[in-house]
């Protein structure tokens, strides 16, 4: 692999951990908070691959509320009106990874710039970003919102070539999201999957570029990279 | 609505039980089957939606192959050829469920014509169809590898039409599958969602025109319609 000249992230899951609705979630019902949040997530994912299929889309809030929605009507859990805009703004209050902050000191110190490319609005992205504190880390933040479709769509992985104007060979695609880090392979991106929980590699039809089991191991890789070079 | 002037039918899930593998999976992994038999459904889902987004369309056996492969790795089974080739075929083996047949026997005395459209490949759909005895029912069966696209895309709703040479509002869409009704929907057809196992319908900005708990109730529908005309 030839030395990249950008870095960019997936957000959900990969620099933030969506799972962190789930103390939220058990607030307003005790002991369910990890299995509403599985099923939230796999259903938000659900409706933002569906969406795009049907030609239907949607904003990424929009998409997160319905499957909440969904959620709390198959678990047959109550849901009213506060409690569904407390959880949705939940997606908004993301925490990083624990690692992540340092990693992407570590990174900015390589000098290569870095981006995130997430199925996010504007809106959304801005939010988390900003409230976690790590704004400052990026040189771009890009949203699916101006190509009305979400990953692993191949229009959504060109606006990072677009924005960073870079060709794809060119920038390292970074997710936690084998689905997203399969799409992105598929498209051109080298790609390294952040692989926390030990799961395995979707079938697919690629294989990632590396694999890590934190984004600790991001710097070296690319400092490694940058010293082949 | 107005009297529908054909029906449709999704293959996997809503005239066949897809988890009618879970026995032949039990043989192999016994106590596991069912455990198997739902991971390897949901995969097949997503590898079709994803392959579709991704423009990587393959064949539905090679989509539940990889399928399946992933589920094994993932629960840490040990998969040799034998087992994968014996699995893989039973899925050309799905067991109607109970209440098909007679239900579709009834169907025809209302005189519409029946119709399968189905993710399945030709040789899958025949398969299945024949290995069932329930072929002399169908007038077509519609595949969606002419298109290289999966449900819920639009083109694949739209072989229906082409091949049955109705207008959408003339052909009632039958699934138990909710992503697929709500995409079936969003298209144009009228919808019947076969809810048997009483889940809440997705949220994916429409609702089925008629919901049943079985295909026994879809004779007496139909009639009514047909009355009502």
Redesign the interface.
């Given at each position: 692999m030839k030395p990249v000249k950008a870095v960019v992230f997936d957000l959900y899951g990969t620099l933030y951990d969506v799972h962190s609705v789930a103390r939220q979630c058990s607030g307003f019902y005790p002991g369910r908070g990890l299995e509403i949040s599985a099923m939230w997530r796999q259903?938000q994912l659900?409706?933002t691959?569906?969406?795009?299929?049907?030609?239907?889309y949607?904003s990424f809030e929009a998409a997160t509320e319905?499957?909440l929605?969904?959620t709390c009507?198959?678990l047959k859990l109550a849901l009213d009106d506060k409690t569904r805009a407390t959880l949705c703004d939940a997606y908004l209050h993301l925490q990083p990874h624990p690692e992540v902050p340092a990693a992407l000191s570590a990174l900015q110190r390589c000098g290569l710039p870095l981006a995130i490319l997430s199925n996010g609005s504007v809106h959304s992205i801005d939010s988390v970003v900003g409230n976690s504190g790590l704004r400052h880390h990026f040189a771009e933040l890009i949203s699916v919102d101006s190509v009305r479709l979400?990953?692993?769509?191949?229009k959504v992985y060109e606006l990072a070539e677009t924005r960073l104007g870079l060709h794809r060979s060119d920038i390292l695609f970074v997710s936690s999201n084998a689905?997203d880090a399969?799409?992105a392979r598929?498209?051109g991106f080298p790609v390294c999957w952040i692989n926390r929980a030990g799961?395995?590699f979707?079938?697919?039809?690629v294989q990632p570029d590396m694999t890590a089991t934190s984004m600790d191991a991001l710097p070296g890789l690319v400092d490694r990279q940058a010293g082949a070079a």
């Open positions: 259903k659900e409706y691959w569906l969406r795009t299929l049907m030609g239907q949607l319905d499957a929605v969904f009507r198959q979400f990953k692993p769509h191949t689905w399969a799409g598929h498209f799961n395995s979707d079938e697919l039809g």
